[in-house]
C-alpha cells in the first residue's frame, strides 16, 4: 500500500501561536509532498509544493512566511502556520507521490486546526 | 486556469438506484483525470484515474467514469449503489505536466438510503 499519516490529527492553539503538523510517507519514500487547505463544505485548495531537499512552491495567494514547509527527509514534510489566527482555522491535508508514479497522490488523513 | 466544476453538490439516492456525478474541467491541454472519494471521517482516496488509453475506466467498488475529450467531461457512474457508497466524491484534475498539481472540483456529496 502506500499509507501516509499526519500528527496531530486535531490541534486547538490560542492565537499568536505557532503550530507544526507533520506528514509521514510510512511505507514509500516520497520525493514529492503536497499540502492542501480544505474549509467547511469546500473543495481542497493546494497550498504548496514541497519536493524533498528544496524549497516549497507556493501557489499564488499563500503566504509563504505564514506558512513554512519543509521537506528535509523523503517520508517527512512539515507545514508550521506562524503566528495562527482565528482566520487560519481549517482542515490541512497532506499528500505524498511515489517515485515514478508521481502523477498519483496518496492522501493523509488531515489536521483539524482551531485557533481559539 | 485550470478549473474544474462539479454541478451536482447534494445528491440523495436510494439503493440499487444508478448515480452518475457531473464532471468538467477547463483545460485545453493533455490532462490527468481523477476521482477521489472521502468516507465520513475517513481520508481521501483514489476511486479511479485516466490518463490515456481506452476512455472508459473502471475503479474500485463497481464505479466507473468515462472520459470525452469534446465535452472536456469525465463523469463518474456507478449502475447500483449501495448505502455503504454514502460519501462525498472530489473529481480532480492535473495538467500531465512535470508539476503534478491537482485542482479540485467543489465535491458531490452523496447520501444513499437504505
Known amino acids: 500500500g502506500a499509507v501516509v499519516s499526519q500528527h496531530p490529527s486535531w490541534v486547538i492553539c490560542k492565537s499568536g501561536t505557532s503550530v507544526k503538523i507533520e506528514c509521514r510517507s510510512l511505507d514509500f519514500q516520497a520525493t514529492t509532498m503536497f499540502w492542501y487547505r480544505q474549509f467547511p463544505k469546500q473543495s481542497l485548495m493546494l497550498m504548496a509544493t514541497s519536493n524533498e531537499g528544496s524549497k516549497a512552491t507556493y501557489e499564488q495567494g499563500v503566504e509563504k512566511d505564514k506558512f513554512l514547509i519543509n521537506h528535509a527527509s523523503l517520508t517527512l514534510s512539515t507545514l508550521t502556520v506562524t503566528s495562527a489566527h482565528p482566520e487560519d482555522s481549517s482542515f490541512y491535508i497532506c499528500?505524498?507521490?511515489?517515485?515514478?508514479?508521481?502523477?498519483?497522490?496518496?492522501f493523509g488523513p488531515g489536521t483539524r486546526l482551531t485557533v481559539l | 486556469a485550470q478549473s474544474v466544476s462539479q454541478h451536482n453538490h447534494h445528491v440523495i439516492l436510494s439503493e440499487a438506484a444508478s448515480l452518475e456525478l457531473g464532471c468538467n474541467y477547463s483545460y485545453g491541454g493533455t490532462v490527468n483525470l481523477f476521482w477521489y472519494v472521502q468516507y465520513p471521517g475517513q481520508h481521501l482516496q483514489l476511486l479511479l484515474k485516466?490518463?490515456?488509453?481506452?476512455?472508459l475506466v473502471k475503479g474500485i467498488k463497481g464505479f466507473e467514469a468515462e472520459f470525452i475529450k469534446s465535452k472536456f467531461s469525465f463523469n463518474l457512474r456507478k449502475p447500483s449503489v449501495q448505502w455503504s457508497d454514502t460519501a462525498e466524491y472530489f473529481c480532480?484534475?492535473?495538467?500531465?505536466?512535470?508539476?503534478?498539481?491537482?485542482?479540485f472540483g467543489s465535491g458531490t456529496r452523496l447520501l444513499v438510503r437504505p
Open positions: 485516466y490518463f490515456s488509453g481506452d476512455p
Open positions: 499528500s505524498a507521490s511515489r517515485p515514478g508514479t508521481t502523477d498519483t497522490q496518496y
Open positions: 480532480a484534475v492535473n495538467a500531465g505536466d512535470s508539476s503534478y498539481k491537482l485542482i
